[in-house]
């Protein structure tokens, strides 16, 4: 073997460990299916900007519908145990580990997942977000708005009274019973067909663009378009100890993409989701858009403006979290 063929030879073998120590793989759980708009387009796109970004030397691989370890409710716990490197965590099912970001499920604020998301990155961002100390936000997305769709006719405020309205989580409650319909908790979203169906619910206060995710797009008639009622909390995080662990160039790489890049990809995907499923509904011939009138509007921020006060009444913290959010919403 000739002195450069062996000198080259030497160089591979050198080489080699150091490649292999600065490539790192990260494992990304997903609960929910594969064919959702954020693991069928936001997370690909995260994919595929973490590699560019890093010159191949970060590599992330998706894990959805639950196949590392199904639960939305575990799925925080797989960050911090290490056994997801980051995790789609609705933040509603872990109910006081992340504080402040339930501001956005009160209504009148968020008009669109973006909005709503760039808002709640910029306040975790601006340290307003209580329990995130362990945790790097690669994105946000607040899933919404949600609106009210019944299964009968509606034209207005009065029309709601006695309905019973499937909801999710307390606000939520208190938003129908203060518009005059009666909340209904407990009902898993993947059930609320079958409850539609069995005549046990007459509507559900659902973000539009899931209406068909949940089985509910051909059984809820009537869509009020006009009242964003509240958003929910989804965070795409990684332990602060997994991020500090990362070589040097794959953490540039992910300084790069979390915060407003990949809450940006989230926001718009969802965007273009509630878009897609209202053509939908419009091209089924037989939707029913519900513009309620100014008067109805006017009553319903009287009535509403109840429940962010009581938001806000519970916890010294939460009035400057709200004040934050309008002025990041341009309120």
């Known amino acids: 073997m000739s002195k450069l063929a062996k000198f080259v030879t030497a160089a591979m073998l050198m080489a080699t460990p150091v490649l292999a120590e600065d490539t790192v793989t990260l494992k990304y759980s997903s609960f929910l299916p594969a064919a959702t708009v954020n693991n069928a387009l936001s997370a690909p796109a995260l994919v595929a900007k973490a590699d560019e970004l890093s010159g191949g030397t970060l590599k992330i691989e998706l894990y959805p519908g639950g196949s590392l370890v199904s639960g939305g409710e575990v799925q925080l716990k797989l960050v911090q145990d290490g056994v997801a490197d980051i995790a789609e965590i609705p933040i509603p099912y872990t109910p006081g580990r992340i504080s402040g970001l339930d501001v956005f499920e009160l209504p009148n604020l968020a008009k669109s997942n973006s909005d709503g998301a760039l808002a709640s990155i910029k306040l975790i961002e601006d340290g307003l977000i209580g329990g995130m100390d362990d945790l790097v936000a690669l994105g946000m997305l607040q899933s919404g708005p949600y609106y009210i769709h019944t299964k009968d006719p509606i034209e207005n405020l009065a029309d709601l009274r006695g309905l019973k309205l499937r909801v999710s ?98 926001g718009r995907n969802m965007d273009q989701q509630t878009a897609d499923v209202t053509a939908r509904l419009e091209a089924a011939g037989d939707p029913h858009f519900v513009e309620l009138s100014a008067e109805d509007l006017a009553h319903a921020d009287e009535v509403l403006a109840e429940v962010a006060e009581d938001w806000e009444a519970r916890s010294d913290a939460n009035p400057a979290i709200l004040a934050a959010a309008r002025a990041a919403l341009g309120m």
Not at 206 to 219: M, Q, R, S, W
Not at 230 to 240: E, P
């Open 169 to 266: 989580g307390k606000t939520q409650a208190q938003i129908v019973s203060r518009l005059g319909a009666v909340p209904v908790s407990n009902i898993a979203a993947n059930a609320m067909a079958e409850n539609v169906s069995r005549g046990l619910i007459d509507g559900a206060l659902v973000d539009t663009g899931n209406l068909y995710n949940f089985g509910v797009g051909d059984l809820l008639k009537y869509h009020v378009t006009n009242l964003p009622l509240g958003s929910f909390a989804v965070l795409f995080g990684m332990s602060k100890a997994r991020y500090d662990s990362l070589p040097e160039q794959a953490k540039t790489a992910i300084d790069q993409i979390k915060g407003e890049w990949y809450t940006t990809e989230l």
